[in-house]
């Protein structure tokens, strides 16, 4: 169960409207790596958790926390749109040096147009449960799979998505207001990487989970010989050069090998006949056929 | 530009179909962390690398290996499909056990729906773009940030729910021919997983990242007191037990801090007042008024 | 800013597993009408919101107490789905009277894939945001307009959906705890039915808005001899026995008259010429033609 | 079955092109909102209708009195749109104030993006099936429930957020040959407002429904200590100050109370053990296993 | 605009509820080649029409018919479901042959989720506007480019996946009455192909269009030489045996040329830097940078 | 299995960056008719081919060839985004012809708004795999549908939508690269709808399909009446005057017939009752009713 407390987390109030930074600032929402994803990722993976109690009370904790980020930024947003297109389509008509230039398209419109229309039409001036184009946050963007390491792994992913996205966001704008607030979910970014970076030692240290992931498939069933090869799917060999190519494999159970000329294992698969009746296009002419009829 | 062979990656042929399988195994192949959720994400990442020539090379080799995968996949499921529905309910009628139990709806009818019916209607017994469930695979899946931290991240992830997923299919059938093809895509993900962590750390040994992701955002821009600390949001404090609350951060910058009751730093927002010709609700009843009427 | 709770907003624990329920109750989760839905819509319309404080406040406070209930209902899928399908299957296995009838797919594959097989390949037997037909969560079921009446009708219609559905729900188990969770759940939605109904009228009390929506559109603008007469558009007048036919309109500024033979007021559309570059059909032949070759 | 009259409905002609309204007014067209919404569901509901047959006469007549304003608007947008972006990109090369300013993107082409670019490249100047996002009108939007209250709640719920956009949209052009078909409508909506209004009275006296949706669940089945209280999730109580926090509650069965502590009445789930072949994460250490290899 | 008369364009009565094939038969309603995807693509293309008159009405003609297809489906689906799921239910709990098999999942909870759970939860027995896996009609499979010959094209492939879906189906039913009614689907469907064809023919006769779409564009700015060439991007030449590799191109202007071994005729890409404050991973370590702090 | 060669296709250099015609030009790459969609269909009807092996070749060949052309594709967008949008709007801050306009909104912001925002803050500057609209590509674009003479007419379609496109997009630069690259692509649009003409015309040759899809259905089981007949559904005939009312029908079998007066064939559905358990709304008032209490 959950409570609301007014304040917000932290200060967001930019120093001026700017309703096309407005629609930017939307992908932190409701984008791929926005605050809605993490937030319903984080919160159904502890509804769901079966591991230790610390695990679901972390994973609750920073799930909740990400309610009130989802909060802070559509306050922003919808302070950001508070100069109203109306005002804004008036003030261009006085201005002799915005004149109609295209079939009734003037400048004005093009900078109006430049804020996500949907903003006006559509939330009245409020924030959008979408990201940067107006595209819905689904939650197919959502992970809870049961398996914490497998989880851990692409929330760490998450929050570096975030934090860079974050960080570009912060280089399109000099409103002091939306910097500060920045300042502040950059650096929740910051500890977020490094909890989860710590989450994953956690379940080391507890012996739940190791490097390979998940933990409990018996690796003797695995194509040994498939296992820690690198194949060269290209002519050249630039992609000798790195780590994954030799030495020690990352799980300290194998050694890198590179395949220069990868064979094909497999041979040129011939599919097998199907019933005319499904009415697709066969090796031999077909006569008509049906069930049949009534 | 890319080349085709005709034989496969590795053999792909069942011992016998099932179209009931064969719906499950679509997860592998349109899914969320399905192959061309990776085959897609691996190629873009290839193409917009902008870092030394042997990233470059090496995703776009494991891209076009993936591809491989895909067709791996997608023959077998039309394999698996090779018994044709109608010779089933021809089957069916013909056997006294299974007679009409619920006006009109039989038996062999919730087998055969077991199958996805998409798998008959559709593509006449051939594999789909779409997951278990015949969602189609989307594009909002893939990850390609110009941020190769942040993307080889999420391909770990990628890698470790994907592998995750084939094991749970290992689990569902006993036909060897399934099993045998599994046995190589669980090594590929073994492989796969070892291989994006030690392209992290290929990152660090060319000193082009380290852990705290994006590397090149000036840290004493953030809030330093929120960069650290954990923030409790329940009552209760088992969430303290975790290598995230306490002792020196992950990217050796700071120490954990637990905040058992976590204060709201901001204020509670009041938005502003904004032009009635939104057509919103104001504070105070408002008068009827538009653009001047023509 | 929120807070978490660990104990849930009432009890969601079934007597025992049933994995194709737990399938059908994730319609109240992430569908069109689930509880996320209403409350990323009550949040939004919150954080939005420029009127008087008291509505901003219950906006957030009925926010607040949906999230629990998508905690309830994850938990109480969680719960349902706690018997494991490789366990299913095993028991199928041994039991005679239910062995191979369609080249491999047998009744207990069925049965399994009664269940959303996502349920286990994907989240591990959790609980997912997705409807009961595996289809994800999206924004585009969430309206937030800035306008409190537009808004409020949605929320009345949500309600009565959800209460519905929940209804539907009900009947369709005899299982004792789920029963035990919806007398509550069900009673939740009798509440917010009312509840909205009650905004709506003291949105009137207020002066704020009153049976139009929106009102504070000059009404004198619209065409007159549109704005309250019943257009029947087919042959036949059943239409012509209802209330909304004859007798004043609902906001008391009007009387309903019914239009038997609907004239069209405009006239037969013919398009214009466009630019040949755009490369589409023309009422004439077009020469070749393009911008200027390089 | 359907029949077609060359006219349209009402007049839809522009006074002039505006190719960046035009996509502002493919919101009324393909949004959640827009025509193709209502006319969908408003036919379904007809086409599902289980009631007397007035109300399937009805939802009919308005069904496709719908198909007609997509027409009418489609029209609209399709003349909107009748200057060529070639020709406008010929006349601002000709425009000495116009140069390039930053890097090949110069200010016509900023104008030429405020339209929708796929009114170019995809649809050849014609209108699309999109809202003013290009985002797809998707049958999510739809609502067809079987119950004539919940929906008749809902279309109610659509033409107050319809007319909201319309008049919207209202303000944000000053072409004549535009406001004149908005006028019209305009007062569509209106009517429509009123019509379903006048629509759920109908149902009350008929006897078919009441305040409460649905009407035939046994109301002593539900918690009734739950059933008519509002639950203040936050410190402070100004959503005390409204109608729905206390007096007789709206249906007339209960009285409305207020509960400023709300108590969790469940208690802090713990979920069960599974299948160990499931590979997620468990509260101890797990040994390798899998089905029997074959 | 558009008249509804009440009669449907043919027959559409079941013998017998059959839920399960209800389901299926929802791909003809919302499926990617169902009745609403052709009956929007062809209203969209009348409407947005800029070519002569008989073609502007033969579109809306044919658009105009498959809103009644859409009706005539859905009300088969809507008898299809007249068998109450609660019924049968209550019918399977009667019957001792079928108990509990696996934890609370029961055969006829099988049989009863071989429908769609929607079709119960959600439209409560009504058909809805989704495909045969309940995924939603969406406007991307709806074709209207503005160019005729490109939009025949399609709606001739439109016309043969639906009819070959139409035939599918077909075979998956025994009921006399909805046989009845696809003998008359599949018979318009025959007829369509051949309108569509027919109509290609016409742009030709009409001078409008040729083999080679779109047909304006000047052919002379083309890489000739790779306009009638096969490129075989594989070892093996199976692909040489058809008339795509030799003789002369169907548009009558060129010869097909089989190129065995394909050359790359492009270069290696190398991309270029770009600025840091993008935080991108670039080929050399990077100083933190950002704009100037506020 | 797949091999890639590193150098491209075909040159894919612009002269100098346009981040607006990037986002244009994404409409190419994962855009309805784009090379993600052609790849995807070509690859997937080739992996589940049942007919004679030139025909899975050919399209192996020419699936492998298109995800070349994505690669050309995507090199382009990323080299057109080489001018980053940080140094635009510090350029543009330097210049006093400038200023803010409204309410912090600028010129400059709204050509950097004419770029897709996503361009910078998710992909850092590279290609995505969405079309001009931000909206992602996905496979319900794709088709695959086990009757290649059903496939081969999309192919057809979607190669002259496509070509299409490509020539519109073609007249929105100026730029020598871009131009040089379209020239290469359009040319292999000419050769494509070629190919798929010329493969139609050999499954006629090896007698596998006719000119009506599917080929095998017994034409004696429609209805014949209905088979060749136009039907007028509006007043006025000007679709009389087209190649479809009159003549013998393109498949041979049958002559064309116009008619003018369309009667319904069906009569007026009405639809039959349903347990009052469903909660829908039925022709006459209900008494409360549920499943047996707990």
Known sequence: MFHHQKETAYFCKPDRPDPIYARKLQELIGGQWGEMSVMTAYLFQGWNC??????????????????????????????????????????????????????????EDAILTGMDPQHFIVSGLGATPNDSNGFPFTARYVVASGNMLADFRYNVAAESQGRMQACRLYEMTQDRGVRDMLHFNIARDTMHQNQWLAAIEQLKLDGLEDTLCPGNFPQELEKHDAAYTFLNHSRGTESMEGRWASGPSMDGRGQFTYIEDVPALGDAPVLGMIDPRVHGTSPAPQQPVSGTAD
Do not use: C, F, W
Not at 55 to 74: F, Q, R, S
């Open 50 to 107: 079966r591991g230790p109690a610390k695990y679901k009370d972390m994973l609750l904790d920073i799930g909740t926390e990400e309610i009130g980020h989802v909060e802070m930024l559509a306050t922003m947003v919808a302070r950001l749109l508070e100069s109203s297109p109306v005002e804004a389509q008036e003030h261009a008509a006085s201005n002799p040096a915005v004149g109609a230039i295209l079939g009734g398209s003037r400048i």
